[in-house]
T-cell receptor, first 113, second 110 residues
Framework: SQTIHQWPATLVQPVGSPLSLECTVE??????LYWYRQAAGRGLQLLFY??????ISSEVPQNLSASRPQDRQFILSSKKLLLSDSGFYLC????????????FGPGTRLLVL | ELKVEQNPLFLSMQEGKNYTIYCNYS?????LYWYRQDPGKSLESLFV?????AVKQEGRLMASLDTKARLSTLHITAAVHDLSATYFC??????????FGTGTRLTVIP
């Protein structure tokens, strides 16, 4: 069966510090991968998606970036965090073809102070 | 820009009662997803509706899709406390991306 992992689970970072969040998927090949952010009490906002290694599409302009160095690894990064980057970051995977649902990881809760 | 509106945003209902959550979206989409989120947790997939007229049921929840009206509904039958959560609808946009609604926070009270 497939599983999706995210780490860290929680993170408290000062403004201006760098960020690296990691997401890995097991038990599948060539998945579509997604990064979402959820602000407190709000819906989800798609940040990045990837259909293959090295292929990243950005949905919103921001100080975040994403990379996919391996088939089942998706990384979200920032060089300098802003207060507004605080939120719940969710990674999701979807089988190739896109007809099935997106399966979400446990999430990383980020607080920027 | 795609807009997704859920109605109501907050719903408090008694156990045993029925209710419907509505999801309206502003542009053409041939597929729609429903998710559930418990407080502080990630999202759990409930339904994938793949075509106009699709209806799916799981336990006390039933979802439907009308792509012509750009409307999906999530019907709750005989609510129980365990259904308390936030429910999100998400129509597909572009290739395979989902655009999430505002969410409906459901509280089922005894």
């Amino acid at each position: 069966s497939q599983t999706i992992h995210q780490w860290p689970a929680t993170l408290v970072q000062p403004v201006g510090s760098p960020l690296s969040l990691e997401c890995t998927v097991e038990g599948t090949s060539n998945p579509n991968l997604y990064w979402y952010r959820q602000a407190a009490g709000r819906g989800l906002q798609l940040l990045f998606y990837s259909v293959g290694i090295g292929q990243i599409s950005s949905e919103v302009p921001q100080n975040l970036s994403a990379s996919r160095p391996q088939d089942r690894q998706f990384i979200l990064s920032s060089k300098k965090l802003l207060l507004s980057d605080s939120g719940f970051y969710l990674c999701a995977w979807q089988p190739p073809g896109g007809l099935e649902t997106q399966y979400f990881g446990p999430g990383t809760r980020l607080l920027v102070l | 820009e795609l807009k997704v509106e859920q109605n109501p945003l907050f719903l408090s209902m008694q156990e045993g009662k029925n209710y419907t959550i509505y999801c309206n979206y502003s542009t053409t989409s041939d597929r729609l997803y429903w998710y559930r989120q418990d407080p502080g947790k990630s999202l759990e997939s409930l339904f994938v509706l793949l075509s106009n007229g699709a209806v799916k049921q799981e336990g006390r929840l039933m979802a439907s899709l009308d792509t012509k009206a750009r409307l999906s509904t999530l019907h709750i039958t005989a609510a129980v406390h365990d259904l308390s959560a936030t429910y999100f609808c998400a129509p597909k946009t572009g290739a395979n991306n989902l655009f999430f609604g505002t969410g409906t926070r459901l509280t089922v009270i005894p």
